[in-house]
C-alpha cells in the first residue's frame, strides 16, 4: 500500500511538483499562523494585566479618602461606578485584615476572605501588588492601598479572560482559513506550473513515441517559446532528429548502392555461370580433340621413334661401314708386307729349284717363313672380325686391353704418317660392349689422324691416356693439331656435321660415338681445345674425354 503512494507521486513530475508545493504552502501558513496566535495571546495578556492594574490604581487613589473615614457608602459608591467595566468578573476594596469594604457582590460585604489564595497571600505579609491567579479563564489582582507610606488596605479585581479568548479563537479560525487558503492557492499555482512544465515534456515524449513508431518528421517546437532547459533539450532533440533522419537517408542511399550493386553482381554470376558452361563445353570439345590430337600424336610419335630407331640403325651401319672401310685399308696394309715376305719366299724356293740349290734348310727356312706370316694374316684376319662381329651381351672387360687392341688395329694408319701415339693408360675393368667402345676410339683416332696429317712438319702425337677417377673412368685422346674451330666446336658431335670433303667424311662418327657413350655406357662424351707442353714445346690440340661411370 505505502509502496502503491510512493509509486503514485515519484512516477509523475506533475504529482510531485503539486504535492511538494502545495505541502511547502501548508508548511509555511501553519508556522505563520501558530507564531501569530502565540503572539496575539501573549499581546493580550499583557494588555489584560495593563487593564488591571489601571483599573485598581483608579480604585485606590479614590478609595484613600473613603477608607480613611470609613465611609463604606461611598466605597460602594465607587465600586458600583466601575462595575460595568467589560470583562470584570468582581471588583473589592478590603481593609488591611482582609475584610470586605465594599464589593461588586453587595452580599460580600463585611465578610472576610477566607479562601485558600487569599489566605495564603496574608500569610504571606507581602505589601506590593500582585497577580494571584492568571489562566485561560480569569486574572486575579491585588494591590495595597498606600497612603503617605501607611499601608490601609487593599484593592482586590478579577478580570475575565473571556473575550481574550473569543479573540484567540477568531484569530485560530482565520489561521485556519488561510492554511485552507493556502492549500488552494498552493495546489492551483503548483498544477498550472506543473501543467505548464510537463506539457512541454509530453510534447516531447510524443515526439519521441511517434519516431520511435516510424514518423521521423516529427519536430518539438517547446524551444519556440521556452528558453529554459526544456527549451534545450527540445533543440537538442531535434538536432538528434534530424541527425538520425539524415544519417537514415545516407542507410538508404548506401542500402540501394548495395541493392543495385547485388544486382549487378547477379548478373555478373550469371554470366559468368554462362562463360562458364561455355567455358566448360569448349573445354569439353578442345579435351576430345586433344584426346584426338594426342592419340594422333602418340602415333606421330611412335612413328617418328620407329624412324628414328631405323634412322639411327642405319647410321650406326653406316658408321660401321665407314670404320670397315678404314680397316680394310688398314688389312691391306698390314697384309702386305707378310704377302710380299710370303711372295719373296714362294719364288726364292721356285729360283732355287731352277737353279737345283734348293737345300732342306734353306726350303725349311722359306716354309718356316711363309707360315709365320700366314700366321700373321690369320691373327690379323681374326682380330678384325673379332671386332665386326656385334656384341650379344655386356661383359666385364680390360679397357686398357680394348685401347691396346684398337691402337694395334689402327697402328699401320699412324706409323706410315709419322704419328706417334703416347700412352700413359691403367689397368681398369668395365662392364659393357667392348666393340663399341672400341668403335668410338677409332673414330676419335681417325679424326686426330685426319688433322694431324694436315700438319707440315713431323711433329705428330697423339696422347691416350686411361686414369680412374673417383667413380669414373676417364678416357682422354689429345692431339696436337691445332684443335677444333671455336666456330664450330659446339656443333661436332650433330648428325651429319662435318667439315670434310664428300669422300673423307659424313659427319656420323662424333654423333654415333656420342649416341653409344650416352646411351649404353650412360657416360658422357666432350671436346675442348687445350694449349700444352710436350718435350719442352708448346703445342695445341682438341681433347675428346669419355668419362664413363665404374
Ligand atoms: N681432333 C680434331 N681436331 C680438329 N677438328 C676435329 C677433330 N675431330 C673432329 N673434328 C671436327 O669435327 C668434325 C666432325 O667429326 P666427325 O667425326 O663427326 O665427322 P667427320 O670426321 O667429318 O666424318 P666421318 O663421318 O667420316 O667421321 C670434323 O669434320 C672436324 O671438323
Ligand atoms: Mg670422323
Known amino acids: 500500500m505505502i509502496n502503491k503512494i510512493i509509486a503514485f507521486f515519484t512516477t509523475s513530475i506533475k504529482r510531485r511538483l503539486i504535492i511538494t508545493i502545495t505541502f511547502a504552502h501548508v508548511f509555511l501558513m501553519s508556522i505563520f499562523v501558530y507564531d501569530l496566535i502565540n503572539k496575539q495571546e501573549d ?70 476572605l477566607a479562601d485558600d489564595i487569599s489566605l495564603d497571600f496574608f500569610n504571606s505579609q507581602k505589601i506590593e501588588p500582585s497577580i494571584l491567579v492568571q489562566n485561560d479563564a480569569i486574572i486575579d489582582y491585588i494591590s495595597p492601598i498606600i497612603m503617605e507610606n501607611q499601608h490601609i488596605g487593599w484593592v482586590r479585581i478579577g478580570l475575565n479572560q473571556d473575550l481574550t479568548l473569543q479573540n484567540l479563537k477568531n484569530i485560530f479560525q482565520e489561521g485556519l482559513f488561510f492554511i485552507f487558503l493556502a492549500i488552494v492557492i498552493g495546489y492551483l499555482f503548483s498544477y498550472f506550473l506543473a501543467k505548464n512544465i510537463t506539457k512541454d515534456l509530453y510534447d516531447l515524449i510524443k515526439i519521441a513515441n511517434q519516431t520511435a513508431t ?99 640403325n642405319m647410321l650406326f651401319q653406316q658408321s660401321k661401314m665407314a670404320s670397315m672401310g678404314e680397316m680394310m685399308e688398314n688389312i691391306a696394309h698390314q697384309w702386305r708386307q707378310p704377302l710380299s715376305f710370303i711372295s719373296t719366299s714362294a719364288s726364292g724356293i721356285r729360283l732355287h729349284k731352277e737353279f737345283n740349290t734348293l737345300s732342306d734348310e734353306l726350303l725349311d727356312e722359306a716354309i718356316e717363313n711363309i707360315m709365320n706370316s700366314t700366321q700373321f694374316l690369320s691373327n690379323t684376319i681374326d682380330d678384325f672380325r673379332d671386332f665386326y662381329k656385334t656384341d650379344k651381351v655386356k661383359s666385364k672387360f680390360n679397357v686398357k686391353e680394348i685401347i691396346e687392341k684398337t691402337l694395334k688395329l689402327t697402328s699401320s694408319r699412324f706409323t706410315n704418317r709419322a704419328i706417334k701415339v703416347i700412352k700413359d693408360i691403367d689397368e681398369i675393368f668395365i662392364f659393357g660392349f667392348e666393340n663399341e667402345l672400341i668403335q668410338v676410339l677409332v673414330n676419335i683416332l681417325n679424326n686426330a689422324r685426319d688433322e694431324l696429317e694436315k700438319l707440315p712438319n713431323d711433329e705428330r702425337f697423339i696422347f691416350v691416356t686411361l686414369k680412374q677417377k673417383e667413380d669414373k673412368v676417364i678416357i682422354s685422346v689429345k692431339d696436337n693439331a691445332g684443335g677444333v674451330n671455336e ?17 673423307k667424311g659424313t659427319g656420323i662418327g662424333l654423333y654415333m660415338s656420342n649416341e653409344i657413350i650416352t646411351k649404353h655406357f650412360n657416360g658422357k662424351i666432350h671436346v675442348q681445345n687445350e694449349v700444352f707442353i710436350h718435350q719442352q714445346k708448346e703445342y695445341k690440340g682438341a681433347n675428346f674425354v669419355i668419362e664413363v661411370p665404374l
Open 214 to 312: 516510424g514518423d521521423k518528421k516529427q519536430r518539438s517546437k517547446v524551444y519556440l517559446n521556452r528558453k529554459d532547459e526544456l527549451g534545450i533539450l527540445s533543440k537538442e532533440i531535434n538536432k538528434m532528429l534530424d541527425k538520425i533522419e539524415e544519417d537514415e537517408k545516407k542507410l538508404e542511399i548506401t542500402n540501394m548502392q548495395l541493392e543495385n550493386d547485388i544486382v549487378e553482381l547477379e548478373i555478373l554470376d550469371k554470366k559468368l555461370s554462362e562463360l562458364n558452361q561455355d567455358l566448360e563445353k569448349k573445354v569439353e570439345e578442345k579435351t576430345y580433340e586433344l584426346k584426338l590430337l594426342n592419340e594422333n600424336l602418340e602415333k606421330e610419335i611412335e612413328d617418328e621413334v620407329e624412324q628414328n630407331r631405323q634412322k639411327d
Open 43 to 112: 499581546f493580550l495578556k499583557k494588555q489584560n494585566i495593563e487593564q488591571v492594574k489601571s483599573l485598581s490604581n483608579m480604585i485606590e487613589r479614590n478609595s484613600i479618602s473613603w477608607v480613611l473615614s470609613n465611609d463604606f457608602l461611598g466605597l460602594e459608591e465607587l465600586i458600583y461606578s466601575i462595575s460595568k467595566y467589560p470583562n470584570l468578573e468582581y471588583a473589592m476594596v478590603l481593609n488591611k485584615e482582609a475584610k470586605v469594604l465594599a464589593h461588586s457582590q453587595k452580599e460580600l460585604v463585611n465578610l472576610y
Open 487 to 503: 666456330k664450330i666446336i659446339n656443333r661436332v658431335f650433330e648428325p651429319y656435321f662435318t667439315t670434310k670433303s664428300d669422300e
